[in-house]
Each structure stands twice: as C-alpha cells, then as structure tokens.
C-alpha cells in the first residue's frame, strides 16, 4: 500500500514537473522551427535567427508560465545537446587528419585561449568573459559558448555575456563564411588547403560547411572534417577550465561547477562509443539531428531569458575583445598553414 502510494506521488509530481515546464519548452522549440525554416528558405543562419527571435520574445520569460520552460530549455536542454555532439566524433577523423595538422589545431585552440585572456586583461575585461569569447572563437561558436558558460561560475552578467558571445560568434562565422573563400582564393590554396584553413577557424559548424562547399566538394569535405576534430576538443576544454574554476585562486565565489561536468561525461561516452563503431550510421545521424534542434531550441531560450539592453552595456572592449580573437586565430592557422606547409 505504501509502495503504492508513493509510486502515485512520484508519478504525479513528475507530469506536475513536465505540466509546468511544457509551456515554455514548446515556445522555444517553435521559435527554433521558425529559425530553422528562415535558414532553409532564405540562407540566413539558424542560430542567429533563433537568438534575434528569442529576444524579441524576451517578455515570455518575465513572470509567465513560460518562465519554467524557458528557464529549462536554456540550461538542461543545452546541456542535452552539447552531450549528443558527440556521437559525430571518432578516433578515425583524428587519424584521417594528421599529426601535424592535430597539431596545428590544439595549438590554435590553447593560444587563443591564453591571448583572449591576456589581452581581456589589458583592455579591462573580466576573466570569465574573456574564457567564453575565446574558447567559443577557437573551437565552435555557439554550441562551445553554451558549454563553457555552463561550467562557468554565475554572477547577474552571465546571461548577458553568453548572448553577446552567441550572437557575435554568430556574425563573425557569417562574415568569414563570405570573406575567407575569396582570402584563400587569393592566396592561391588549393582546394585541400582552403578546406583546412575554413575548417580551422570558422567558428561555427554551418557556415564551416556552407564556405568550404562554395570553394569545391573537396574543400567542403575537408573543412568539416576539421571543424568536427576542432568540435571533439570540446570536452577536455571545458574539463580544464571546469579544473581552473576548482583550483586555489580560481573562482571566488561559492557557485562552483562539478569537475567534470554529466553532460562532458556524455560527450566522451558517445565519441567513446562513436569510435568504436558501436553508433550505427542511422543512429548517428537521427543523433546529429537531435543536437542540432536541442542547441538551436536552447539559443532561443537563451535570448528569451536574456534583455537586448543589458547586451549593449558590454561596450566597445568586449566588441574588440571577440574580433581580435577571431584575427588572432585566422593569423596563426595561415602562418601554420602557409609557412609550415601543413594540410591534410
């Protein structure tokens, strides 16, 4: 009788659970469809149509019914999506590259870390923010923004701070995805080379592949294989800075994140199980299709929570922080590329 009753409690305290969030969460997901139609129908990016579209709903998320859902959608259903990311991941695309060109893409993903955070400090940014640009710069825009912010210690201009980034990320990816194919038509890359240099430092995976396939199929399948090893560094990045946060003189307030993050867990779990063949090839793609609408419902959450005002008050410092990082990445994949004559 006991087991009983409780089995009906637990029952009704989680369709209590889902009744409340279902609000929310459906707003999100139709304002994700909305972005994702506008991006087949007229080429505009799906992740900046989400956001642009979340904020003009920012009232939904000010005391309504949609607050718990939106709330959920823009921390646990980002959490969901991140995690998936890795069943596109496996051993063989790391082997398929190279060490050199590895190599390449570890050092351009550590050293604009470490120069987005030594020149935030020279320019009066904060040391979280400069973490966020940069990390979201030199690995893979918004869906690294989202997952850094997520082990990242809160304070009231978290969300401000994760839009802005989201947003110029965005704008930059779009601008490189236009400039970069005629940068390395000019400098005379072949179609390998061209897909290398895209892959490795276009921030976000679709206009990666929207840049390399304008240049060639060739370009195209290259740039997103080294986007996709540039998404597998991920994990072990948002581990460290995750590490960083714990150690002595880290973070200085008690809001602390976990070590190692559930949702890293479930990356490393998928990619783990990805290289090993255990992933069908159905699976794997239903699984891509998966994170993509939980990252793109998750942004527009994110922009729903988020006021525009408070986004512009980050000043001109965080507008040169991000496009600083993004020239400094760009430099140092074509002095790796041109001067060391590195492709895959």
């Not at 609000?23 to 989400?50: D, K, N, R, S």
């Not at 009066?124 to 990390?135: D, E, M, S, V």
């Not at 597998?232 to 602390?256: C, N, T």
């Amino acid at each position: 009788m006991a087991r009983d009753w409780l089995s009906t409690a637990s029952g009704r305290h989680v369709a209590g659970r889902a009744a409340n969030l279902f609000p929310g969460v459906m707003i999100a997901l139709t304002v994700a469809l909305a972005a994702q139609f506008v991006a087949e129908h007229h080429g505009a990016p799906a992740m900046l149509m989400a956001l642009l579209f979340g904020i003009a709903l920012n009232f939904l998320s000010d005391s309504t019914t949609a607050t718990p859902g939106i709330g959920f959608a823009a921390r646990t259903v980002l959490r969901i999506g991140v995690a998936i990311l890795g069943a596109r991941i496996s051993a063989e695309m790391l082997m398929a590259l190279g060490w050199e060109m590895i190599g390449l893409l570890l050092t351009g993903v550590i050293t604009t870390i470490l120069f987005g955070v030594a020149l935030a400090r020279l320019i009066g940014q904060g040391p979280r923010f400069a973490i966020l640009t940069a990390g979201a710069v030199a690995i893979c825009g918004a869906s690294a923004a989202m997952a850094i912010a997520a082990v990242l210690p809160k304070d009231e201009r978290s969300e401000r701070n994760l839009l802005f980034t989201v947003l110029g990320v965005t704008v930059l990816s779009t601008v490189a995805m236009i400039l970069y194919p005629v940068l390395t038509q000019v400098l005379g890359f072949d179609d390998v080379t061209a897909g290398a240099f895209i892959g490795a430092t276009v921030h976000d995976v679709a206009q990666v592949v929207g840049a390399g396939f304008s240049i060639s199929e060739q370009a195209g399948e290259t740039s997103t294989l080294v986007k996709l090893i540039r998404v597998s560094l991920l994990a072990p990045v948002v581990v460290l800075i995750a590490l960083w946060w714990q150690a002595p003189g880290g973070a200085q307030d008690d809001a602390r994140p976990p070590i190692v993050p559930p949702f890293v867990i479930g990356f490393l779990a998928l990619a783990t199980l990805n290289s090993l063949g255990l992933i069908p090839p159905a699976a794997r793609a239903v699984l891509a299709q998966v994170s993509s609408w939980a990252l793109l419902t998750a942004i527009a959450a994110v922009g729903m929570k988020t006021d525009l005002r408070s986004m512009f008050r980050v000043g001109g410092g965080a507008i040169a922080l991000i496009v600083a990082e993004t020239v400094f990445l760009a430099a140092l994949v074509l002095g790796g590329i041109s001067i060391l004559g590195i492709a895959p």
